[in-house]
C-alpha cells in the first residue's frame, strides 16, 4: 500500500458478511488482509493481537458482532440474543483492560434489544439494525479521532520533539488515531514535528507499527529502546510526550501499555509536559481510580522467546509479563479528548 490512510486496520465486507482485519502481528514486513466471520477467529484475532489498541477492538467486536448474527443460524430471537450474550461475554473477557471493548458491545447489545422491541419480532430487521449500529460505531471513531487531532494541536508548536509509547495511531483507531492524530494533522498543516517512538517492549508496537505507519507517511520518526528514554529527555530531545489509554478511571488514573507510567514518572523529573489523548468512551466513571482497573496478563513466552532465534531466558525461570501498567492522574499535564481537554485535578462531569 502506497498511503497509510489508503487503508483501515478494521472493516466490513459491503455485503456484511465479512471483517476485514489487516494482520497488524505480520508488520512491517507484510501487509496482509484477513476475513472473520466467526466467533473463534475474532477471539483469535483479538487475543493474538491481529487487531489491537483500544479503539480499533471496540469496532472490531461491534462489526464482528453484527457479522456474527448475521450469519447465524438461529431463527428465532430467544435462541439469537443467547447466542449474542455468549458472543458478549467471550469477547469482554478476550481483553479485560481495554473499555473500549465493552462499551462497543454495550452498544451493540442496546441496540439489538432496541430493534427486538420496536421489530415486532422480524429478524432481518433487527440485524440490520445491529450492523448499522456497528457502522456507526466505526464512522464515530474516525470522527472522534479528528477532534483529537484538532484539540491535540493547540497545545503543540511548529517544530516539536515528541516521544510516544506503543502504537495509538491509524493502526489502532480510524483515520489519525489518538496519541499521533495531532501529529498527522500538524504535519498535513506544515507543523514539523519530529516523533521518537520507544520500541515497546515485549511486543514492539512502538518499532513494528508506530514506526511503520510515521515512516510510511513520510514523518520524523526516530525509534529508541524503552530504556533510553530517560536520556533522550535529560538531553533534552524531548518538548512533550504524547500517549493513547485503554481506560481512564474517574479520578483521571490512566491504564496504557506497560512502560507508560514510567515515562510519566521521568516527564515529571525533567519537566516535560505528558499529554494523554482518547476518546472521550474511554473515560470509565464506574471505575473509581486505577487501582480498580484489571491489568491483563499475557503468556511468557512473549518475553522469553518470540523475538529471538532460540529461547533468551533459562529453562523454567519464573516470567510476569502485564500488558498495562496505571498512570497516577498526578502525574498527567491533561487529558485530550474528541470532548475537550481535561487538567488535573479531573473532573469529568463538567
Ligand atoms: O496491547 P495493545 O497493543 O492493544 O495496547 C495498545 C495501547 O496500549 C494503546 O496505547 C491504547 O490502546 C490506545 S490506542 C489508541
Not at 479503539?55 to 428465532?76: D, E, F, R, T, Y
Not at 516535560?272 to 473509581?288: E, H, K, N, W
Request: net charge negative.
Amino acid at each position: 500500500m502506497e498511503n497509510i490512510f489508503d487503508f483501515d486496520s478494521v472493516g466490513i465486507s459491503e455485503d456484511n458478511s465479512k471483517v476485514i482485519i489487516l494482520d497488524q502481528t505480520l508488520l512491517p514486513g507484510k501487509e496482509k488482509f484477513i476475513e472473520i466471520n466467526t466467533l473463534p477467529e475474532l477471539t483469535e484475532a483479538i487475543v493474538n493481537l491481529r487487531v489491537r489498541g483500544a479503539p480499533a477492538i471496540g469496532v472490531a467486536a461491534a462489526l464482528g458482532i453484527a457479522v456474527i448474527l448475521k450469519g447465524s443460524k438461529n431463527n428465532n430471537i430467544s435462541d439469537l440474543t443467547a447466542e449474542l450474550e455468549e458472543i458478549s461475554e467471550q469477547l469482554i473477557n478476550s481483553r479485560p483492560t481495554a473499555v473500549n471493548l465493552k462499551w462497543a458491545i454495550d452498544k451493540i447489545k442496546a441496540k439489538f434489544f432496541e430493534s427486538v422491541r420496536v421489530s415486532d419480532g422480524n429478524i432481518t430487521r433487527i440485524i440490520e439494525s445491529t450492523i448499522e449500529e456497528a457502522r456507526n460505531i466505526k464512522n464515530a471513531d474516525i470522527a472522534m479521532s479528528i477532534k483529537i487531532a484538532r484539540n491535540g494541536l493547540t497545545l503543540l508548536k511548529p517544530g516539536m520533539s515528541i516521544l510516544t509509547h506503543c502504537n495509538a495511531g491509524h493502526l489502532a483507531v480510524s483515520r489519525f488515531g489518538t496519541a499521533l492524530a495531532p501529529i498527522y494533522l500538524g504535519n498535513s498543516e506544515g507543523y514539523d514535528f519530529k516523533v521518537f517512538a520507544d520500541e515497546t517492549r515485549p511486543l514492539l508496537q512502538g518499532a513494528r507499527l508506530t514506526a511503520y505507519e510515521l515512516h510510511k507517511a513520510g514523518i520524523d520518526v526516530t525509534l529508541i529502546c524503552d530504556n533510553m528514554a530517560s536520556l533522550v529527555m535529560a538531553q533534552k530531545k524531548i518538548d512533550v510526550i504524547m500517549v493513547g489509554c485503554d481506560r481512564i478511571a474517574a479520578n483521571g488514573d490512566v491504564a496504557n501499555k506497560i512502560g507508560t507510567s514510567a515515562l510519566a514518572v521521568l516527564a515529571r523529573h525533567y519537566k516535560i509536559p505528558f499529554y494523554v489523548l482518547g476518546p472521550g468512551s474511554t473515560i470509565d466513571m464506574q471505575t473509581a481510580t486505577g487501582d480498580k482497573i484489571i491489568i491483563e496478563e499475557r503468556p511468557e513466552y512473549e518475553i522469553t522467546d518470540l523475538w529471538y532465534a532460540h529461547k533468551m531466558a533459562p529453562e523454567g525461570v519464573k516470567v510476569y509479563n502485564p500488558a498495562f501498567d496505571i498512570t497516577p492522574a498526578s502525574l498527567i499535564t491533561a487529558i485530550i479528548t474528541d470532548k475537550g481537554i481535561f487538567r488535573y485535578p479531573f473532573d469529568f462531569s463538567i
